[in-house]
């Protein structure tokens, strides 16, 4: 049951490490860290991506900035409140962390970002255009983990996906394939302030979607 439970939330990230080890926070005794990490995108920038690791899985009194890591694990959310609302907080959290030193040390073939999801829909599909033209539906999947909890993920979905997308149903089944990507916002605080903030969601390139008995496999086309 735990395996399988495992298997419906699956990140592979190898990235480089921007960022000290930060202390989050302690479950009996252990104590977990956040750590940003730069992935590269195929345009050359970089998305940068926070891990959640356990002391017990790396030695946090390290320098690793500068280091490529390889970690695998799950995209996971929380809730943490702010002022007068809760705000929703994600980070992967790391079940398996090797570091390869240099990028002389990733393999050629190796995927730097790759996610994988099964979930069902939680709220209704967001479809829009860019004022280019360029269609857009914003997801949000429910994935389930063990003891009853569940991890609330956005998810993007672009061109022929998103025409799609926005015909889903709450509860729908829906498994997808895509990256992580980091995106800056400007949060307004007041009339004259504004913060900068990063968002976290997931770039969708193929998914699954079943209800009752219908199952559509679709494919971005570019």
Known sequence: MTDKIFDNNQVAIVGEVVTNFEFSHEVYGEGFYVLQVAVRRLSSSNDIIPLMISERLINVND??????????????????????????????????????????????DINPNSIELDGYICKPPVYRKTPLGREIADILLAVNRPYGKSDYIPCICWGRNARFAQKFQVGG????????????????I??????KRIAFEVSVSKMEYEENINSVDIHVVE
């Open 63 to 108: 320098d690793y900035v500068g280091k490529i890591i390889e970690v695998n694990g799950q995209f996971r959310s929380y809730n943490r409140h702010e002022e007068n609302h809760n705000r929703l907080v994600l980070s992967v959290f790391v079940r398996e962390v090797n570091v390869l030193e240099g990028e002389e040390n990733v393999p050629e």
């Open 173 to 188: 089944h829906l498994k997808l394939w895509g990256r992580i990507q980091s995106r800056e916002y400007q949060k307004k």
């Open 190 to 195: 007041s009339e004259t302030e504004y913060d």
